[in-house]
């Protein structure tokens, strides 16, 4: 037996101490505590640096109060302004229906019907891609102005991995999202040693990972950048892998296994969030890529999609609209892609994937497929 409990390595896991992140706690809990009316925060940082647990942590402390209104909206299922608007509108008012109304107008009554709890708190996590994919989102989310004004606390708290966003954001819209900016500061080698083998006290049993095995995957995850969610990932594939082999303790061979297979950008779970298509997209992007390729131009990925959607007799999508699917893939940082430089007739996009292997993923879109 390795794990004392396995689900203590899942990012939904509330871990008891939250280290390094008391000021990110008290700037976004200070306008819930004292602030009056709607108030926008843009919380930015890199994968895995804490964003949304610390998000969680204040939604889950909310309800001490009498009887707030909390909502959390994962963006990468809710990813066009009007998908913000009707989730919101339908949590706020659960009973009236959205018809005839438009995406701002929503917006606003359920922001108008959260006025008389005592305090609220939104959160829209991984808002890269509304923002990205719909710029209309931008004015949706920062017209505020426009919000009801009310003596109870709302806040709205927008979370993204990359600054970078707000440069292709008109610059009014910018200018507001940028005000009350908290940042996620990625956590030193130190700090992330703390808070994985505080994790690593909750989730394995006692000395069943070797010291060596832990410090190959601290070590692995501060070069991507300190992500504590792929340190997690690792652990877990790693452990999965000594109990397969009925071993006692995790070694680095486990690790290292580990890391050759489990992406640092995403998590494999996270598939489940793709809508059909992606996951078909995706699906030849692997099968291409077990062809010993290491990246595939626009025009092979398309005719090896329409051949999978024919072998699977699954409905196929226009090119505009598959070029949009391949985006999000990227947005979702599951492929990069680039402009091909010398060597290519005319100018094509290349698809790099953002995995180290093909295999995990293709067998887990089988799954979901
Ligand atoms: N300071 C911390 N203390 C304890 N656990 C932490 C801390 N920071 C992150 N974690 C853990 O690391 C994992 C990833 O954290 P989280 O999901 O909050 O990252 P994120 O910044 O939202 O990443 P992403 O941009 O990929 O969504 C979770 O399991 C979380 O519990
Ligand atoms: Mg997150």
Redesign the pocket.
Known sequence: MIFRDKEA???????R?????EEQIDRLSRHLLTGRGPSLALAV????????????KLLEDLPAKTSPFTLYLDCRTNRSPGDIARALHSAAIPYEPLKGHSTQALFLKALEATKDADGSMIVL??ADIPLRLHPTSAFLLSRTEAWPTSPNPTLIAI?I?DLDILSHLDSRASSTLRRNMID?PS?SER?LRR?VQ??VNDSFRKKAISTEALKACTEAATRQHA???Y??DLLRHAGERAERRDALVVEPSDIEHSISETPSA??IHDLGLLDDHERMILLSLTHLLTKQRSYVTTGQLENEYREQCRRLSRPTIRHTTLWKSVKTLEILRIIKTEISGRGFRGRTTLIHPNFPSPQPIRTQLMRLL
Do not use: M, W
């Open positions: 390595l899942s990012p939904s896991y509330l871990p101490d939250i280290r390094y992140r940082g890199r994968k895995g640096t804490g964003k949304t647990l610390v998000c969680k996590d991984h979370v991995e996620f956590y700090e808070i505080q994790r992500n504590v969610r340190a997690l995403f998590s």
